[in-house]
């Protein structure tokens, strides 16, 4: 029973660790405790009650999800891959240790040790790398998803059935289970790749519009010079001389705003950044919002994919104008700027709020949660922050003269 006890708790520890690893959750002691207790306590009981070791799997899913609290299909995908590198290991591991000739329970405890090492010395190597368990798409993540499962399940009704096949004909076993795994992963990560250059293109293909758009509103700024000759000489033939040196200064102080905020997009050097500052210079001129950007180069290209950028920034921007955007909010007031500064790449987003007390600083990364009134609604943040998680980024927020600050940054030399 002891042994029992321990060797479940070991394999249990294994498999969530590898699976706290790879999602990039293992960064909570707490939770990664609490998780594995539970989890190899109910499977020792399961297996005292000689019930299926399907509800087995069932009862660990079960545990991460109600600790970590995440979307169960990403537990799944999470789980079911730890579970098949776990196995793989204790195959390829087994033929080595048995040649010791121990008995069963002291080669299980020993192969389920070398695993505990290999994962936590593993998991060093691997936090800072951009290795992850990622869903880009729900076709590919239901495959995976069966395909790890079917393995899985398969090998352990072998092996509950008559564990005799399978130690017969170790080695071919372990070859074909470990190469099987292998390619899965291969296949994976191929999936992985080409959903995220389709992804890159379709966003480069979209803001090249844009720049497009940026291009022929310079060469109309540069055709409407002509028109301002004209305006200026009408004032001087329709003004007096104490006027109209007020007037033409007013008349171009507005224009030169403009065409200075223009003219800077075109020192941005990503297209992206470039694109979403100038739809929404034109969106906020379009409601009278007072925008302001300063934008440094070479910040976040080295962290943040084109689509990961345009989703983050693109939320945080429609937040700022919804809220400004309010006929309550006397003050429309919005600024972005991205630096660096000790060592630290910062996007940080300003912007007036009517209500302060409306935001809910605890809940308001949450899904689901958001100040507006309808129905669908409440995913930006939420996405906004598993982005800057998946980098190993921190987001602070702070509230302070009715102005909401959202600083996003990462640390430059933590890899």
Known sequence: MLSSVIINGMNTFSIIYLWATLTKKNNNMIKLVSSVLVASILVTVIEVLQLNFIIEYIAVI????????????QVILGFFLALVIVMSLELLLSLIVNK?????????????????????????????????????????????????????????IVWDYDNEIILSNFFFVSLVFCILVIAQVLIY?????????????????????VI????????????DFVNYKNSIRGMVEVLNEKDLRE??????????IYDTKINELIYIDNVVIRSIVYRNMCKAKKHNITFKYEIGNNVLDHMLSYNELSNVLNNLLNNAFDEVIKEECHKKYIEIMIFNENKESHLVVKNQVV??????LNEIFMRGYSTKNIDTRGYGLYNV?????????????????????????????SG
């Open 189 to 209: 990560l191929y999936f992985v790749k080409e959903i995220r250059e389709k992804e890159a293109l379709k966003v480069t293909n979209e803001y090249n519009n």
């Open 355 to 360: 209500n302060t007390s409306d935001i809910n």
């Open 247 to 256: 007037a033409i200064r007013n008349y171009m102080k507005d224009e030169d």
């Open 212 to 223: 497009d758009e940026i291009v022929q509103e310079i060469k109309q700024r540069q055709h």
């Open 62 to 73: 079960l545990s991460i999800k109600i600790i970590y609290r995440l979307d169960l299909k």
């Open 100 to 156: 010791l000739g121990c008995e069963n329970m002291y080669t299980a405890i020993i192969v389920e040790s070398i695993i505990l090492v290999i994962i936590v010395y593993s998991k060093i190597k691997v936090s800072n790398r951009s290795i992850t368990v990622e869903i880009v798409d729900n076709i590919v993540l239901i495959y995976f998803i069966l395909t790890c499962s079917v393995y899985a399940i398969i090998f352990k």
């Open 385 to 413: 922050q598993q982005i800057v998680n998946l980098h190993k980024g921190y987001i602070k927020i702070n509230i302070e003269c009715n102005e909401i600050i959202f600083d996003i940054y990462f640390n430059n030399s």
